[in-house]
C-alpha cells in the first residue's frame, strides 16, 4: 500500500459539512487505522454478501470519514428485503452523496423488476446520476403504459436496448410493450437479435426473439450450437421470420468461419433474403474476415449493395478493410453511411479527409478534406496529431491555463465526495474511491463539473499522487489543457535512468505507463499483470533470467525500481525483436509477440492503417494511445516540437534478410 500526506482538508470539510464526526488522518508510510480496517472488513463482507458480518460491523463504522459506504454496503445487501421505510431513511440521512444516489439506482432496479410501476415513477425524477440504461428503459415502459409515450421512444429504446451486451430485463420489457403497440418496428428487434448471436449472448438473441417470434425459440438454440448443420438441414424459407433465423444462423457460422458462410450465403441463402438482410449477413461476414486481416474482406464488404443497411460497428469494419486494401473510395463511401455521431469521432473524419485527397483531387475535395483536418488537428490524440502533422504542423505542448486561484482550490478540497473518494483510494477501497471520484467529477450536477472546477479537482488528486484520477479528470476539459495534469512524470529520475540505461526513449517508457497503469503503484490487472508497467510473472521470471537479474522472486514486482527494470528491460528486448518498430513493441507488450508478429503479414502498410486494423479493439487502443502519450511526453522533456508520424513508420512483413532476435520472446 502507498501512503500519502496527511488528509487535512478531509477531516475539516466532513466536520463543517456534519457527514463524520471525527475523520481519520492519513500517515505517510502508516498502516490502515483500526477504524479504517472496518470499512476494508465491510467491504470484503459485501463482496462475499455476508449481511450477518455487514450488521455486526456496521456500528463500528459510525462516525468514519466513510460511513456512507458502510451504511450503503449493509444496506444493499439486504435491499430486497428492506422496507420502504428503510430505504427512505438512507436516502434522507445521505442526501446529496453518491451512495444515496446509487441506492436509488439500485431500488429504481428493484422496482422496475418488480413491476411497482407508482413507486418507480414517485422516485425517478430524484435519480440524479441517470447514468443507468436498463432504468432508462423502465421509464420507456412506464410512459407507455400510462398512455403518454415521447416522440422518440422507440429511438431512446434501439440506443440503449443495442449498447446492452447482455440480457436485462428493462430493455427487453421495454422493447416488447412497443413492439405490442406498434411504436417498434420488428427489424429493430430482429437486429437486437443479430447483435446478441454475433457477440455469443444467446440470452439476450433468445429473448429479443421472444417478442416477435415466440415459436422459433427453440431453432435459436439449435443455431448457437450448430449453425452448420442447421444451415444444411434447412431447405429455403419463405415467410419473414424464419429468413431471420437463417440470417442469425449465418452470422453465428460467420463468427468461425467467415468464408464458409459467405460460400452459403452466395450459393443457397441469397436469393430468398431481401436487400437489407443480404447487405447486413455481408457485414458480418466481411467483419469477420477482417478481424482475422484475410484479404477476402474487402470482397466481400464489396457485395453490400446499400452501406445505409449496415450499422456503425460494421461500417467501421468496412473502412478498415478497404484501408488496408487501398480502396479509397470505398473508405469515402463506407464513413458518409455513418451516423453523423460516429462521423465526428476522430478516426473516421481523419480517414474520410485522407480519402478525399487519394488520386486526382478537385478543389471541392481539398476544401472539405482541409476542414476535416482542421476540426481534428490538436496535440492531444493519436488522429488529432496526425491531422496537425497533415496540415504541416508538428506537436508542441500547449499553452498552460491560468493558474488556479486559492478559491478555486479550496473549493476542490472542501468538495465532501472528492475527499471521500481520495480517501477510499488511499486506504485500498479503489474502486470505491474512483467511482465517488468520478460521481463529484461527471455526474452530481447534470453536464459535470465546469472546466476549471475540473482543473482545481485534478490538482487536488495530483498533490496527493493520485495519478489516474489526476490525469482522468484533466482529460475532462475540452477548451482548457493542463499537460502538467495530463502527463505528469512521477518517479522521474528512476524512469529516465532505467530507460537510457537500456538504451530506451524515455518518452515511450513514459507513454507506456501512463497507458498501463496511470502510475498506481500496486496497480494489478484481471490477469495477473503488476506495478507500475503491468508486468506478468512468467514474463517477469523469464526478463530477469535473460538480463541476470538475480535473487529475483515475482512478489518484488510491486517494488517501483524492480518493476522498471523488468518492464524497460522486457520492452526493450520487444523493440529489438521488431527492430525498432515502436507500434509493433507497444502491440507485443500488450498482447503478446506472437500476435503481432501475425498481425505484420500481408502488404506492407502505413503503421497507421495497420494500427487501425488491429483486430483486438483493448490493442488498437493501446498502440495509438501509447504512441501518442509518447509524442507529448517527448515535447514535454525535451521542450521542442515533436512528430508522431516519425515513431509510426512503415509495417509489413519480417524481413528475410534481417537475423531473428529474441525468438524466445514470451
Known amino acids: 500500500m502507498h501512503w500519502m500526506k496527511i488528509l487535512t482538508p478531509l477531516a475539516l470539510s466532513l466536520s463543517l459539512m ?79 452523496t453518491y451512495q444515496e444516489d446509487r441506492l436509488r439506482n439500485d431500488r429504481l432496479l428493484l422496482l422496475g423488476q418488480r413491476r411497482e410501476w407508482a413507486r418507480f415513477s414517485a422516485l425517478h425524477p430524484q435519480f440524479r446520476m441517470g447514468d443507468d440504461r436498463e432504468v432508462r428503459c423502465y421509464a420507456i415502459t412506464i410512459a407507455q403504459i400510462e398512455g403518454h409515450p415521447a416522440p422518440d421512444a422507440a429511438a431512446v429504446l434501439r440506443e440503449n436496448w443495442f449498447a446492452q451486451r447482455d440480457a436485462d430485463d428493462g430493455c427487453t420489457h421495454a422493447a416488447g410493450e412497443l413492439f405490442s403497440a406498434k411504436l417498434l418496428p420488428a427489424i429493430d428487434v430482429w437486429r437486437k437479435a443479430r447483435l446478441s448471436i454475433e457477440a455469443n449472448r444467446v440470452r439476450a438473441a433468445r429473448d429479443a426473439v421472444a417478442i416477435v417470434a415466440t415459436d422459433l425459440l427453440p431453432q435459436v438454440t439449435q443455431l448457437n450450437d450448430a449453425p452448420t448443420k442447421f444451415l444444411r438441414a434447412r ?38 433474403f431481401n436487400a437489407e438482410e443480404r447487405n447486413w449477413t455481408w457485414g458480418v461476414i466481411g467483419k469477420q474476415a477482417a478481424l482475422r486481416l484475410s484479404p477476402t474482406a474487402s470482397d466481400y464488404f464489396a457485395k453490400i449493395s446499400r452501406d445505409a443497411d449496415l450499422n456503425d460497428e460494421l461500417l467501421a469494419w468496412k473502412v478498415r478493410a478497404a484501408l488496408r486494401a487501398g480502396q479509397w473510395d470505398m473508405v469515402r463511401k463506407a464513413i458518409n453511411a ?167 526513449d524515455p518518452a515511450y517508457v513514459y507513454g507506456l505507463i501512463r497507458q498501463e497503469s496511470r502510475f498506481i503503484m500496486d496497480a494489478r490487472s484481471g490477469v495477473g499483470a503488476s506495478g507500475l508497467m503491468q508486468v506478468m510473472p512468467a514474463t517477469a521470471r523469464w526478463t530477469a533470467k535473460k538480463i541476470g537479474l538475480t535473487g529475483f522472486s515475482t512478489d518484488q514486482l510491486n517494488d517501483r525500481d524492480t518493476n522498471i527494470t523488468i518492464g524497460t528491460a522486457y520492452l526493450k528486448l520487444a523493440l529489438d525483436d521488431f527492430a ?69 513508420g512503415k509495417i509489413g512483413p519480417r524481413d528475410a534478410a534481417v537475423p531473428e532476435v529474441n525468438k524466445d520472446l514470451p
Request: hydrophobic share 40%.
Open 18 to 96: 456534519g457527514m463524520g464526526g471525527s475523520a481519520q488522518a492519513l500517515a505517510v508510510g502508516a498502516a490502515p487505522t483500526a477504524a479504517d480496517q472496518v470499512l476494508i472488513d465491510m467491504q470484503q463482507a459485501f463482496r462475499k454478501k455476508d449481511r450477518v458480518r455487514l450488521a455486526q460491523l456496521l456500528p463500528q463504522a459510525r462516525g468514519h470519514a466513510l460511513e456512507p459506504w458502510a451504511a450503503y454496503w449493509e444496506l444493499r445487501a439486504r435491499l430486497e428485503d428492506a422496507q420502504a421505510s428503510e430505504v427512505e431513511a438512507f436516502l434522507q440521512r445521505w442526501a446529496g
Open 235 to 272: 431447405a429455403t424459407a419463405p415467410g419473414r421470420e424464419r429468413k431471420e433465423i437463417m440470417v442469425l444462423a449465418l452470422i453465428k457460422l460467420a463468427t468461425s468461419d467467415p468464408d464458409n458462410a459467405a460460400q452459403m450465403l452466395d450459393s443457397k441463402w441469397g436469393v430468398h
Open 338 to 504: 455513418m451516423s453523423p455521431e460516429a462521423q465526428k469521432d476522430s478516426a473516421w473524419a481523419y480517414w474520410k479527409a485522407r480519402a478525399l485527397l487519394q488520386g486526382r483531387v478537385s478543389d471541392a475535395e481539398r476544401t472539405e478534406a482541409t476542414a476535416l483536418l482542421r476540426s481534428i488537428a490538436g496535440p492531444g490524440g493519436f488522429y488529432e496529431q496526425l491531422a496537425l502533422e497533415d496540415l504541416g504542423e508538428r506537436i508542441s505542448v500547449p499553452p498552460a491555463p491560468a493558474p488556479l486561484t486559492a478559491e478555486e482550490k479550496a473549493a476542490a478540497r472542501a468538495n465532501p465526495a472528492l475527499n471521500r473518494g481520495l480517501y477510499a483510494i488511499l486506504i485500498g477501497l479503489r474502486r470505491e474511491g474512483v467511482r465517488e471520484w468520478n460521481y463529484a467529477t461527471n455526474l452530481h450536477e447534470r453536464g459535470g463539473m465546469g472546466e476549471r472546477e475540473l482543473l482545481a479537482a485534478a490538482d487536488f488528486a495530483c498533490q496527493y499522487e493520485v495519478w489516474d484520477r489526476c490525469i482522468n479528470t484533466s482529460e475532462r476539459t475540452d477548451t482548457v489543457a493542463d499537460y502538467s495534469q495530463r502527463y505528469p512524470m512521477p518517479f522521474e529520475g528512476a524512469v529516465v535512468a532505467h530507460s537510457r540505461q537500456v538504451g530506451l
Open 580 to 648: 525498432g518498430s515502436m507500434p509493433l513493441a507497444a502491440a507485443a507488450y500488450n498482447a503478446g509477440p506472437g500476435r503481432p508478429r501475425n498481425w505484420r503479414n500481408g502488404p506492407v502498410l502505413d503503421a497507421a492503417i495497420w494500427a487501425e486494423n488491429v483486430p483486438f479493439t483493448e490493442t488498437r487502443d493501446y498502440v495509438k494511445k501509447v504512441l501518442a502519450n509518447t509524442t507529448n511526453y517527448a515535447a514535454l522533456l525535451t521542450g521542442k516540437p515533436q512528430s508522431l508520424r516519425e515513431r509510426l
